[in-house]
């Protein structure tokens, strides 16, 4: 796609009366500031560790527990670095969040980066911390409350999210597991898949509180992103809700990792097409051949405004 072709993919994203268009956002990082939730969820649990430690070495954990996440987060989100020294760190770091759950790998076939259990028994590692399964179930569980209760919802993914339904355009959240695993008395990590989704569950009927109006929302517990089989299972659920094959919808994807949000989508279903949330970037690009990056929501907003205001003139 060439810049000069922009404003007619955006009007495919757009209903007209014999199409329907159908919006399927990613959450995290996306629609929230999940790792300005993050960070403040962890100050919470610095207060819960320090029932188990001292306060200044539950401090120090609750530090490298929001390092942790920071520097996966550049690996999820592809972020491109020259520095090699800060790149090994983090495949170090994906090794040792691999390791704690192989287990989980060979009873499930999967490997999340994100278990926040996994994260605190690391950071707790690092430390040189002591704290057994127990109160580590019991600070994450805390955390997670915290993380439901107070999310950070971007200010423009609000605003987006009332313009898509001025418009009565379908609107579904497809998001991952938040990966609840519980650490058993072995130092092994279990996994119980309706649990983890019944929590995230109610983190994003919660959003609807902040702003965020959707029709369902899929979560990856336990087929999760980027699988194929994830998304076959949210197309075939849409298309069931809204009683229209799959075929008669044109959907838009939008996330903040290609990997993760985009790529399966546009490979499954010819007519979809994608838009990438990089939060730093300063204007709209054409970033593949069905798919543009923004900054924000708001300038999606604007130029769907241009096109309407074209089409009423
Ligand atoms: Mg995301």
Redesign the pocket.
């Known amino acids: 796609m060439r810049p000069e072709e922009i404003p007619g993919w955006i009007s495919r994203a757009l209903p007209v009366p014999d199409r329907t268009v159908v919006w399927l956002l990613?959450?995290?990082?996306?629609l929230t500031d999940?790792q300005s939730m993050h960070h403040d969820a962890a100050e919470s649990v610095a207060s819960e560790l320090s029932g188990s430690m001292t306060t200044s070495l539950a401090a120090s954990v609750a530090r490298r527990f929001r390092e942790v996440f920071d520097e996966l987060l550049v690996l999820h989100q592809q972020v491109s670095t020259a520095d090699r020294a800060a790149l090994n760190s983090v495949k170090e770091l994906e090794s040792r969040v691999r390791g704690h759950q192989v287990e989980i790998q060979e009873k499930w076939g999967i490997t999340r980066l994100f278990s926040r259990e996994i994260l605190l028994r690391i950071a707790v590692e690092d430390c040189g911390a002591s704290l057994p399964p127990k109160e580590l179930n019991r600070c994450v569980d805390r955390y997670w409350d915290h993380m439901r209760e107070h999310p950070f919802v971007f200010p423009d993914a609000a605003r987006f999210s009332r313009r898509l339904a001025s418009h009565s355009m379908p609107v579904y959240l497809m998001t991952?597991s938040d990966a609840r695993y519980r650490e058993c008395d072995d130092g092994q990590f279990a996994y119980d898949p309706r649990a983890s989704r019944k929590d995230k569950r109610k983190r994003m009927v919660n959003l609807r509180n902040h702003g965020i109006s959707y029709a369902s929302s899929f979560i990856g517990d336990p087929i999760d992103k980027p699988s194929r089989e994830f998304y076959e299972f949210v197309f075939s659920g849409i298309s069931r809700d809204l009683d229209a094959p799959l075929q008669s919808l044109s959907i838009v994807v939008a996330?903040?990792?290609y990997r993760?949000?985009i790529q399966t989508p546009l490979e499954i279903c010819d007519s979809t097409i994608g838009v990438l949330c990089r939060r730093e970037q300063s204007a709209v690009r054409v970033e593949a051949d069905r798919v543009l990056s923004v900054g924000d929501f708001d300038m999606l907003t604007r130029m769907l405004d241009v096109i309407e205001g074209e089409d009423r003139g």
């Open positions: 990613d959450v995290d990082d996306t999940t991952s996330g903040d990792s993760s949000d």
